[in-house]
Every structure is written in C-alpha cells, then in structure tokens.
C-alpha cells in the first residue's frame, strides 16, 4: 500500500536498511553493518539519509559523554538492540565499557548470533576480550566477558532481569541504558514499568530514548494512519505526543533529570564542517520535508544519581 505523498513510512524507524544504505554513499563510517543487512537496491530519499545521520550522531555523542565520564568504568545496556553495531565500533575507539549487553526478541537474537558466529570481523573482537575458556552461548544467547546478547521480552520485566543477572549485570556499576525506536511499540504501561525498571535498578544511570514525537499534529497523524493501514499499530504513541510528555514519562518513573530535543534542533547544532560534508553527498531539494520529518522525531534523555561524575551536565 502506497504512503499517503508528503509523508515518510513511519516503518523507516527500523534503521538496518537505511543505515547500510548511507554507510554505503559515506553519510558515516561503519564497517560491520554489512555483516548483518544486505545492501538493499531501493535507493532511500535524501532526507532520509540527513535523519539516519543525525539520530546516529546524537545517540553516539551521549553515548561517549557517558562512557568519559565514567571513564568506562560502567555497563551500556540497549534494549531491542536490533542490528546495532555500537559495540564493534566502541572497541575500535577504546570506549568499550566494563560490560556491552544487547536485548532483543529472541528471534532477532537468533539472526544477530548467526551472523556473528560466522563472521570473523564480528566474533574475533569478543574472542579477543573473553579470555576464559568457556563462551556460553545458545540460540538465543552469548554471553562473554564485555559482550552479552540475550533474547527476551521486554514487556516481561522479571524475565529480562533474571536474565541480565545471569549475564553479571552489576547494579553497583554506572548504567546507560538506550531504547532506539522500541519504546513505541508498547503500551504506554509497559513503558512505564521499563523505565521505571530501569530507575530503580540501578544507583548511577541514564536513559537515552530516541522516538517519535509530535504525534498528534497532522503530519504526525498522518504518520500513524500510514502505519495503521499496514497492520502496524503503535501501542506506544500517546507519551509521543510532545517533548513535555516524552520528559514527563521519565521524570514521574524514578529519574531526577530528563531532557529532550527535537531532531531539527539536534540537527542545527551539529558541527558546521559534518553537516557540509553530508549535504555535499546528495542533492536535496524537499527542505520543507526534511523539517518536518525531523520536528516528529527526538532524542530525550534523563539520569539518576551520578552528580560526582557530572551526569547531569551531559547533552547533545
Ligand atoms: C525499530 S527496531 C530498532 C532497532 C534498533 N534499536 C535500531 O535503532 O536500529 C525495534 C527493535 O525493538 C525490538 N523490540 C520491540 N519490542 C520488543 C520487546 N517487547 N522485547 C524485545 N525487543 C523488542 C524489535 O525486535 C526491534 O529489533
């Protein structure tokens, strides 16, 4: 079914394709995404490609700030990782933290392993870091030294505990948990109690949630019909609907400080010499569109605890 003109599929949340695709014309660097997703023939629209960039840069820079401050000492947990390469890309930078866990279905687990069991540019860096003899590893589980992928639901919060637990997650150590495009596919209750989870479970964390926002306009509207006709409903979209409610989510489930951007904001303040050197890659003539798409999507962010390290003070 045809989207309705003017707006993009709101399916392009899921970043595989898209962030293959503009490695592949150099919108960034990123060696491993061609291990997990084939190249797709479906050349994706300019701003598309401007957004993909943003989102990755955003989540990248408070990901870092993160990992400075702690000086690595901490654990980076992403929830519904999908084919997220950051943990091969933090060796590469010597920004690994004490522990990198992935959560996902276990299906998805299943698919992530497989290309990981069989490509050597994926499995020697957590061969490398194990240095124990034994690797646990099922269908839908590895579970080494700095690197541990666990399949589970994470609607089912004793579930996904239990399990991070027999993976050695330390509630003791700095914790950054990501949720990329996840948070929405769930009820706002499920959220909440994922959030609030992920509060009371540790002494020293942040949160960083990157989704949709600005939901209820017309373009927004128009996003979500888009999705419904696709059997595609999003649980999750009423804390979507501004950048006040994405914070509110935060704040009133145990986390003391939440921020929150709009893409195009995120976008104006990045670096004047990147932005050149991207807008130079493709011609873009949709500028209204690239606005648009970016006012209804943000990354928000909120910590606990962490004043002696300056949690606080991180941003985009
Ligand atoms: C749109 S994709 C985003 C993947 C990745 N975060 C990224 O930005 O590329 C959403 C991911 O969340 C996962 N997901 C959604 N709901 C989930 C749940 N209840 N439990 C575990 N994973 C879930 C999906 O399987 C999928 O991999």
Redesign the pocket.
Known sequence: MKTAPGVPDIQR????PE?RFAVSIGYWDDPYIQHFVRLSKERKAPEINRGYFARVHGISQLMKAFLRKTECHCQVI?L?????TAFWMLKDQDLLPSKYFE???PM?VTRKLHNIKFKPLLSQPILELHCEDTLHMDGHLLDSKRYAIIG????DISELEEKLKKCNMNTQLPTLLVT???LV??TPEQSASLIKWAASSFVTAMFVNYEQVNMEDRFGQIMVENLRRRQCDLAGVEPCKSLESQKQRLLSNGWETASAMNMMELYSRLPRTEVSRIESLEFLDELELLEQLMQHYCLCWATKGGSHLGLKDITC
């Open positions: 949340s899921r970043k595989e962030t992403n519904g990782a999908g084919m997220d959560v996902d279905f998805i589970a639901d994470l609607r990329e495009c996840v596919y769930m």
